[in-house]
């Protein structure tokens, strides 16, 4: 059951017909759940095992999603964090958005480096912050490519696009350069800076949107370059958004968790399962 639910994802409903069909077995929404949840209580030692684990990891990617808790839950969100040089992953189902649960997530652990979106609850919350070149990069594309846009504005958008991309690749570049090697290249990582501080100077033909992305790069720009100054650490926050997408697929066909204690299980079941998984 375990394996149905959290491994393929299937719903009740779901698990109640596979189980007929292919063992002849009849089961209950309530004899799924209680299933579920004394497999959790057995794994809950092993969570705890992956929990202290990932706090003492050099590197995590975090990132977050909507999961409704539809009968007293303490939020409608569910968070990731995972190891960046393991396999280790952390689910917490049914929280809030807020700072705080991000803060209780990375734990007393301040000079771990997070990698993450540009979220502004991870904003004041590491020492040491990586922030995805992945997510500009997708921001910027789709404007390059959007039809509401005037065609002389679209090229604008996707000469931006361009340089943008064309530095993403050098800094993929340079920072496995700097894995391979450790060596720390400073003329490097200032002409690669200076690229990156060009394309977010403002310019007439920018539409709003564009103006919204560039002025939160040059607000952060520190936090694109991290990876150049510390070995292995990715640059961008795709391993945690691929773990969620396992959990988005879940929650189209069972929309959420019915009670927080529902929620609670899962947390322990997907953390462990998907760590063993990976």
């Known amino acids: 059951i375990v394996y149905l639910s959290v491994l393929r994802g299937m719903s009740y409903r779901e698990i109640q017909d596979h189980c007929k069909l292919t063992y002849n077995l009849s089961l209950s929404t309530g004899e799924i759940a209680n299933s579920l949840a004394s497999e959790a209580d057995l794994l809950r030692p092993v969570y705890q095992t992956i929990f202290d684990q990932l706090q003492t990891e050099h590197a995590c ?25 393991s396999n280790n992953v952390l689910f917490w189902f049914g929280k809030s958005r807020g700072k705080g649960v991000a803060e209780k997530l990375r734990g007393s652990e301040s000079e771990q480096v997070g990698i993450t979106d540009d979220y502004g609850s991870y904003r004041t919350l590491f020492t040491n912050h990586q922030l995805c070149w992945a997510h500009p ?3 910027l594309r789709d404007l390059a490519q959007s ?3 005037d065609e002389s504005i679209r090229k604008h958008c996707a000469t931006v696009y361009d340089h943008f991309k064309t530095l993403y690749h050098d800094v993929q570049d340079a920072q496995t350069a700097l894995t391979t090697t ?4 400073h003329e490097q990582h200032a002409v690669l800076m200076e690229r990156f501080e060009k394309i977010t100077i403002p310019h007439p033909d920018d539409p709003e949107k564009l103006q919204a992305i560039k002025a939160s790069l040059a607000a952060r720009k520190a936090c694109y370059f991290l990876c150049l100054t510390i ?3 990715p ?10 997408r396992k959990v988005v697929l879940k929650r189209k066909k069972s929309f959420g968790s019915q009670t ?10 997907y953390s462990v399962v998907f760590s063993l998984y990976w």
Do not use: F
């Open 61 to 85: 990617h975090y990132d977050e999603s909507s999961w409704d808790v539809h009968q007293g839950g303490e939020g409608n969100y569910i968070w990731v964090k995972t190891g960046a040089m």
């Open 137 to 139: 990069h997708r921001k």
């Open 147 to 149: 039809a509401l846009l």
């Open 182 to 185: 450790k060596h720390y290249n």
């Open 231 to 233: 070995p292995n650490i």
């Open 235 to 244: 640059l961008d926050n795709n391993k945690a958004e691929r773990t969620l």
């Open 260 to 269: 927080q204690k529902g929620a609670d299980v899962l947390t322990i079941l």
